[in-house]
């Protein structure tokens, strides 16, 4: 068979009903990895699901415990590896998925529709993890089979996966795991498909995601609350204090005002991929603000290579039942988003020097949870090159290369500890409710999806080890 023969078979396996088959069969395990009560479930998506399809496709499989939970958390967040090596001389792929998904949040989707039953309305089907990543992780081993099949069971290069079953939760242990295996997970290029397309009618590449830090701003003045006709004038108050230490960090209309937590720049090669680029565009997209942010910067730099600052829940006094009394305490959870060349060891450092030099002493700083480090790979590397003509020849259309996500994953993993260049292929569409009731994908862009991915294999088989070799 040629490649145009095999994209077709792909398409006849959507066509067929084999591809909304199988999703039914991933979105009905209620794989919530957020929900301790689940956890079963996480096993089960793996050893019921993934470990008979991978072993079909000649990979030696298993299931691997998680290296960092506790006695509190037997059994949580689980990962399956596997391996297909044809020779070990040849190219190696290393591919990635996440079989959990967020709470399902049952009571809060629309009539006739559930969290964990895939069901079709016109070009939408909707389910828990039909966008991310149950959706998108069944595409690339359904693609990978086509090709397998095509070359009569010989692909021309090796393939590793980690599946992993707390993404939701943070990728507990991910980078844990990459460390204790480096050796057995060793390959020559990373691609893996999650997040979003730009849009749901261009095939789009990115080539790594911005980071993400959260902290938290405490304001304890005193114990309890004091009334406010009484004390009015003689307390100061923990909700102004706090209002006035964020307002010093980012100004009325988004501009960030501490120079440590900006990045050092924004490289040309970054400038120039993102040029004609829109943002904002598509069903149920929100209206930009365009006057909001960086004002240097166009919307498309903002959110792809630029730094944002956002202030996500604030709380001071009470607010469902407010009374008349001054609050002693108040906080705020924030986050930063960030690109790569930004100084994400000391952020911490730099916010406690910022707030300690106006004067804010009495406003308390403290990361929470783990930093996800942002990353990057050169928009010249060659298997840039290759992927972007790889998803021309199969759609017909020029695909969007965007130097990174606007959002977070842990392909700082990826990158970082395992040294890999990292291509990812996004099946989803921006308004796809993901996180939300009324999750969802788009029939068309999956089927485009199996054909762009089935193309992309096939073309690694033929051109995998040439343009290895040029990097």
């Known amino acids: 068979m040629d490649r145009q023969s095999t994209i077709e078979g792909a398409e006849f396996y959507f066509d067929s009903g084999c591809y909304f088959s199988e999703l039914t069969k991933r979105v009905g395990v209620h794989s919530e990895s957020q929900n301790h009560d689940a956890f079963d ?234 040029k004609d680029i829109p943002v904002g565009e598509g069903d149920n997209a929100p209206v930009i603000d365009v006057n909001w942010g960086e004002p240097e910067l166009t919307p498309t730099e903002r959110v792809f290579a630029w730094n944002t600052l956002e202030m996500l829940a604030c709380k001071t006094g009470n607010p469902d039942r407010p009374v008349n009394a001054i609050p002693g305490y108040a906080s705020a959870h924030c986050q930063l988003r960030f690109v790569v060349e930004s100084d994400s060891e000391h952020f911490l450092k730099h916010i406690r020097e910022h707030l300690d030099e106006l004067g804010f002493t009495d406003v308390e700083v403290t990361e929470t949870g783990h930093t996800m480090e942002a990353t990057r790979l050169d928009p010249e590397d060659p298997w840039v090159d290759w992927a972007l003509g790889s998803l021309q020849k199969t759609t017909g259309k020029k695909p969007v290369l965007l130097p990174n996500l606007g959002g977070s994953l842990p392909n700082d993993v990826f990158a970082n500890i395992l040294n890999l260049p990292t291509v990812w292929v996004p099946h989803s569409y921006p308004a796809c409710s993901q996180h939300a009731p009324n999750e969802h994908v788009l029939a068309p862009v999956c089927r485009e999806a199996l054909q762009i991915m089935t193309g992309l294999f096939w073309d690694l088989s033929e051109q995998g080890s040439f343009i290895q070799a040029k990097r």
């Open 41 to 274: 479930q996480l096993h089960a998506y793996l050893q019921d699901i993934m470990v008979p399809e991978l072993t079909s496709l000649g990979f030696q499989t298993r299931i691997v415990a998680n290296p960092v939970t506790d006695a509190d958390q037997p059994g949580s967040w689980p990962f399956l590896i596997a391996q297909r090596i044809e020779d070990p001389s040849q190219l190696t792929l290393l591919t990635y998925g996440h079989g959990d998904v967020v709470n399902g949040y049952d009571d809060q989707w629309k009539t006739g529709l559930s969290p964990w039953k895939l069901v079709v309305d016109g070009d939408r089907w909707y389910g828990r993890g039909t966008a991310d990543n149950k959706g998108q992780h069944t595409i690339n081993f359904a693609a990978l089979k086509q090709v397998i099949e095509a070359k009569n069971g010989k692909l021309g290069f090796n393939v590793k996966v980690i599946l992993e079953m707390g993404e939701e939760a943070g990728s507990p242990g991910l980078a844990a795991l990459c460390e204790l295996h480096k050796e057995e997970l060793a390959a020559d290029l990373f691609v893996a498909s999650d997040g979003p397309r730009l849009s749901a009618e261009h095939p789009t590449i990115f080539l790594g995601s911005r980071g993400a830090f959260n902290f938290d701003l405490k304001v304890r003045l005193r114990d309890g609350a004091h009334h406010s006709g009484n004390w009015g004038g003689l307390l100061s108050n923990a909700g102004t204090r706090l209002a006035h230490a964020w307002a010093s960090m980012v100004d009325a209309k988004g501009k960030i005002l501490v120079k440590g937590l900006l990045p050092a720049r924004l490289p040309e090669l970054v400038r120039t991929a993102l």
